[in-house]
């Protein structure tokens, strides 16, 4: 599968942006899906996943309650609805997809196959 994602920009501090990312092949619904980012000078980080289902939802502590990742499997996308944004949520966000797997480490980067390009999100203070 091929991932694109979109919708980095800039944006001042407690504002809004959305993330999409489309998929390329016909089994995208039965993928997880997950968000990461990697701001400069530090290591790739989890954000957010969905499992292929749509049933379970996971987000790092420093993203809950302001971040929002979904699916729309007609539109082989994913989204990731950022709200409340704060300088610290600057990064490049790469969006990545792997076949169905255990929810126990769907969170975990190296269980993901498939990369995006990255976008870059920059927060102003």
């Known amino acids: 599968v091929q991932l694109q994602a979109s919708g980095g920009g800039l944006v001042q501090a407690g504002g809004s942006l959305t993330l999409s990312c489309a998929a390329s092949?016909?089994?995208?619904?039965?993928?997880?899906l997950g968000w990461f980012r990697q701001a400069p000078g530090k290591e790739r980080e989890f954000v957010a996943a969905?499992?292929?289902?749509?049933?379970?939802?996971y987000y790092s502590d420093s993203v809950k309650g302001r971040f929002t990742i979904s699916r729309d499997n007609a539109k082989n996308t994913v989204y990731l609805q950022m709200n409340s944004l704060k300088p610290e949520d600057t990064a490049v966000y790469y969006c990545?997809?792997?076949?169905?797997?255990?929810?126990?480490?769907?969170?975990?980067?190296?269980?993901?196959?498939?990369w995006g390009q990255g976008t870059l999100v920059t927060v102003s203070s």
């Open positions: 990545a997809a792997r076949g169905r797997g255990s929810v126990f480490v769907i969170t975990k980067l190296g269980t993901y196959n498939y």
């Open positions: 092949g016909r089994t995208f619904r039965s993928y997880d």
């Open positions: 969905i499992s292929w289902s749509g049933d379970s939802i």
